[in-house]
């Protein structure tokens, strides 16, 4: 076997003949992890790692060491233990800075610190640490730059790569497809095996735009660029999307079929995070399609890996497609449990705009229990309960539409999540027979945002807009092993223009108003503003 089978930071200089050992133990490693073979990888990672554990190591061994941390970590992540993956990849930064004091960046250690920083932010972002992913990514770009041969040129490839998915994940799909062209004319020109990372991201941009038949042109290349490379695991990733881009099309059994497959490689190639990610999206789709059963089945397994993990994004949708089964199921208290597990997981994550859309799951939920009511008093108590929740985050995600820039995302979001979530909330107010909360209502939503504003809206920019009431996650498809993707809307490396949030409306000077209130519960409930503190007169 030679360098070359292995994809990956090459170095500058040669790290001598004493390191030799640990070379081969290290590139043999890269390559098992590549064909899905992670436990025999780890366990040769680990036996170089040894070698650089003496008391004469030098800065060559230095270098090596933060190498097989890396590398470590990565599989840490892919099998699931999160704690290990950031505690390997904090003992890989430390040899870095170590090597880089002795002998500078003599021997390509700086390129291993921004992929190190690159796989972190990663699982940073998995945990839902968004703030410390971003400080990571932003870290590495600074390292990258344009990249020119060598380390520079893989690191240029990882990095565009990267900021295709951000770009997926704001949904400026124009500037996403320019920035997967540049990765894919990089990746040809360092190495044509990375060109089935833009191409699986070109799939999720066809997608997004409704051009399913181009999706899945790009996912079979895809494909097949990773099977020729003799990449398992990437190969594995490119059919879950195609998994995905069927299901999308409307081809349930094809999907199902493809997402089945991709599960199968990942558990073979002892990949369990993933493996329960494509569980999940399987448990998804059949629950869309009525099959309850099957959802059932195959949910819980993976919300167990996906809790053991931390997995705070994909935990939270499970738990909460959860309780839509279970509310389906006419198990209501089983179905609150559920959708709180999901709650509080969101909570400690910061993910705030989740929590608006999980209380309107738990709204709809409350508000079927209150149609099957044997008594008008539990009716009327339970359709209370239900207004409680659905009033509150109709006016959450109806202001969180301010924290996107003018275009196709804010409508998206305006037509798929804030106004039927206002619409739930009009209809359990008119249910209760409160015809003044309706009329305050009609008129908060006829408000148009103010075109000045002092300051930006304090809104965390939101990094995917779902369908409603459920989400499936944006795919964007990272580099694995050695470099990696962030899907997060909470950049501030692409400003773009908002809106102020509206003022507050009077509505009647002779009378107090019945939506103030609501507004204030709001903000306490979420944490961020629902109106300006500027207040005028409808009449």
Request: glycine share 8%.
């Amino acid at each position: 076997m030679t360098d070359d089978d292995v994809i990956g930071l090459r170095g500058k200089e040669t790290s001598g003949p004493r390191w030799a050992g640990f070379r081969e133990l290290n590139n043999k490693a890269a390559k098992l992890a590549s064909q899905g073979q992670a436990a025999e990888a780890i366990a040769l990672l680990h036996r170089a790692l040894e070698l650089t554990y003496v008391d004469d190591v030098d800065a060559a061994g230095l270098d090596g060491r933060a190498r097989a941390l890396g590398n470590l970590a990565g599989l840490a992540e892919g099998q699931g233990d999160t704690d290990a993956a950031l505690r390997l990849a904090e003992q890989a930064l430390e040899a870095c800075y170590a090597a880089e004091a002795r002998a500078g960046d003599r021997f390509g250690t700086v390129a291993v610190r921004a992929s190190v920083l690159v796989n972190r932010c990663q699982t940073l972002q998995l945990l839902g640490r968004l703030d410390e992913a971003l400080a990571d990514v932003n870290g590495a770009l600074d390292i990258v730059g344009e990249g020119e041969e060598g380390d520079g040129a893989y690191l240029a490839v990882s990095a565009n790569n990267t900021r295709t998915v951000l770009l997926i994940g704001l949904e400026r799909l124009e500037e996403a497809e320019a920035a997967a062209q540049l990765t894919l004319r990089l990746a040809a020109a360092c190495d044509p095996r990375l060109t089935g990372y833009p191409y699986s991201n070109l799939a999720v941009i066809a997608q997004a735009l409704n051009d399913h038949e181009a999706a899945m042109d790009y996912l079979r290349l895809a494909e097949q660029v990773h099977l020729m490379a003799g990449d398992a695991v990437s190969a594995a990733l490119a059919v879950a999307n195609q998994g995905r881009a069927a299901m999308r099309a409307g081809d349930a059994e094809a999907g199902q079929r493809l997402l089945a497959a991709a599960e199968q490689a990942f558990s073979d190639g002892q990949q369990p995070l993933r493996a329960a990610e494509l569980r999940y999206s399987r448990a998804h789709a059949a629950f869309q399609a009525g099959d309850t059963a099957l959802a059932s089945e195959l949910l819980g397994p993976a919300i167990e890996v996906l809790r053991q993990a931390g997995h705070a994004a994909m935990l939270t949708e499970a738990l909460a497609v959860q309780g839509d089964i279970l509310a389906a199921a006419g198990d209501y208290d089983k179905a609150e449990e559920s959708y709180l597990a999901a709650w509080q997981v969101c909570e400690q994550s910061g993910a705030r705009y989740h929590l608006a859309r999980l209380d309107m799951r738990r709204s709809f939920a409350v508000a079927d229990q209150a149609a099957a009511a044997r008594t008008e008093r539990q009716r009327t108590r339970l359709l209370r309960r239900a207004f409680d929740l659905s009033l509150t985050s109709a006016l959450a995600t109806d202001a969180i539409r301010h924290g996107f820039a003018p275009g196709r995302a804010r409508e998206r979001w305006a037509a798929t999540v804030a106004i039927p979530a206002m619409a739930h909330a009009l209809s359990l107010a008119a249910a209760l027979r409160d015809g003044a909360l309706v009329s305050e209502l009609l008129e908060h939503m006829s408000a148009t945002v103010s075109l000045h504003a002092s300051a930006p809206v304090e809104f965390d920019a939101v990094d995917e807009v779902p369908d409603f009431p459920t989400l499936e996650p944006a795919q964007g498809e990272r580099l694995s092993f050695t470099a990696s993707a962030l899907i997060t809307g909470n950049s501030p490396d692409f400003p773009a223009t908002r809106f102020a949030l509206p003022p507050r409306l009077r509505v009647n000077p002779w009378r107090e108003s019945q939506l103030e209130p609501w507004i204030r519960e709001t903000e306490r409930r979420y944490g961020f503003p629902i109106r300006s503190d500027e207040v005028i007169d409808t009449w």
